[in-house]
């Protein structure tokens, strides 16, 4: 059975930092695309970040830039997503999806597989 796993959300200060990590069982990571996915209450889902963990590409929504890191760990078969100096404007529910096609302009419906998501939030 494929699944996308989502964990490290929590609650943390503005300026803290949390890893989310996004666990993948049933298919190999290694020739997939994982992105990343938030969903702010009221406000569209955006995309966050990307990796193709075939060659290490990445991408980074513009709000993000500077402050995320994406890595990915093919031997765990996990994706990571290190946030550091958080807002409150990243509080959000968090997403993985995969992929085997690396395309920063996907939505997290063209993803082929996708996770249940994990709560962040950012206190000010």
């Known amino acids: 059975e494929v699944q996308l796993v989502e964990s490290g959300g929590g609650l943390v200060q503005a300026g803290g930092s949390l890893r989310l990590s996004c666990a993948a069982s049933g298919f190999s990571i290694d020739y997939y695309a994982i992105g990343w996915f938030r969903q702010a209450p009221g406000k569209e889902r955006e995309g966050v970040s990307s990796i193709s963990s075939s060659d290490g590409t990445t991408y980074y929504a513009d709000s993000v830039k500077g402050r995320f890191t994406i890595s990915s760990d093919n031997a765990k078969n996990t994706v990571y997503l290190q946030m550091n100096s958080l807002k409150p404007e990243d509080t959000a529910v968090y997403y993985c999806?995969?992929?085997?096609?690396?395309?920063?302009?996907?939505?997290?419906?063209?993803?082929?597989?996708r996770g249940q998501g994990t709560q962040v939030t950012v206190s000010s």
């Open positions: 999806a995969a992929d085997p096609v690396f395309d920063s302009d996907y939505s997290m419906e063209d993803y082929d597989y």
